[in-house]
């Protein structure tokens, strides 16, 4: 790594990170999506740039040397603090650090960008490093997709050691007490999707029969729309095992409004017999 604790060190710096920027621009351009949705504007990667690390403000926005501020794309910011303090120590170990910095789409109404970023002559990558390490989630977050979904497959392995965000269990979907504490937070919850109904302006993926406590999916019309082109539909959805994330609200019970790429399916479907109590309790 270099520091740059002067003029010699920056034009070094800018000289070995030119080398780099089109193998960065390779491997983390090409992890945006192949498929053509609505947000695939937003994914585009930019031409790649040199940067200097000078610190980190909330939530994980990465202020640059040069006073630009960028968030790092398809990471969601841990909500709990000790996890969000941890997050924040990974990035600040690399302040001074040569980055190459490329910006996808245009700037957040905070006139943020969104930036896969890599520390200059090195294979660090800080989204994949702090979700490798368990200190963060793969999320589209504001967007409507999630440009780089091979960080679900870094998520995964961090799951599956049971690293920093993943040492407990994951959320169920029919544990209505434990979803209700976590109102107003971001959550990955697990579950079977019991029913899917479908209505003019929005659909619902129901993971409890109607009067129990547990956790209801709302889906717009239009995320509704993109995952139909992605082969889901009710048909397709009821019975599979899922994980969804998304901000958790608290109306009638736990609900979360999720976008596109907040539904990951995790088994085939579970059909049950059908008849008339099995479809009064479905129904919605």
């Known amino acids: 790594m270099i520091r740059t604790d002067g003029k010699p060190a920056e ?8 080398a780099t920027a089109a193998l960065v621009l390779a491997t983390l351009g090409a992890a945006a999506p192949a498929r053509a949705a609505p947000g695939a504007a937003e994914c585009r990667p930019e031409p790649a740039r040199i940067e200097i690390f000078a610190g980190v403000g909330l939530r994980g926005e990465i202020r640059l040397a040069s006073g ?30 040569g980055l190459v910095v490329v910006p996808r789409g245009p700037p957040d109404r905070w006139g943020r960008e969104h930036a896969d970023i890599q520390v200059a002559d090195t294979d660090i990558d800080l989204a994949g490093g702090l979700i490798a390490a368990g200190l963060a989630f ?9 440009c780089r979904p091979a960080l679900r497959a870094v998520e995964d392995a961090a799951r599956d050691k049971k690293l920093g965000l993943w040492r407990e269990s994951p959320l169920q979907a029919t544990d209505g007490p434990a979803l209700r504490a976590r109102e107003g937070r971001f959550v990955v919850v697990e579950g079977h999707i019991r029913h899917v109904g479908e209505r003019s302006a929005r659909t619902y993926l129901d993971f409890v029969a109607r009067g129990e406590d547990g956790l209801t999916v709302t889906v717009s019309k239009r995320t509704w729309r993109t995952m139909r082109t992605r082969g889901l539909s009710a048909a397709s959805l009821e019975g599979r095992r899922v994980r969804v994330r998304g901000i958790l609200e608290v109306w009638r019970g736990p609900t979360v409004e999720a976008n596109a790429d907040g539904v ?21």
């Open 68 to 97: 630009a501020r960028v968030v790092l794309d398809s990471v969601r910011w841990p909500d709990a603090p000790e996890a969000a303090e941890a997050a924040r120590a990974w990035l600040d170990a690399r302040r001074g650090d």
């Open 264 to 284: 990951e399916i995790l088994s085939e479907p579970d059909r049950r017999e059908a008849g008339p109590t099995g479809e009064r309790e479905l129904r919605r």
């Open 138 to 146: 793969s999320d589209a977050d504001e967007r409507d997709s999630l």
């Open 11 to 18: 034009w070094r710096l800018y000289r070995m990170a030119r």
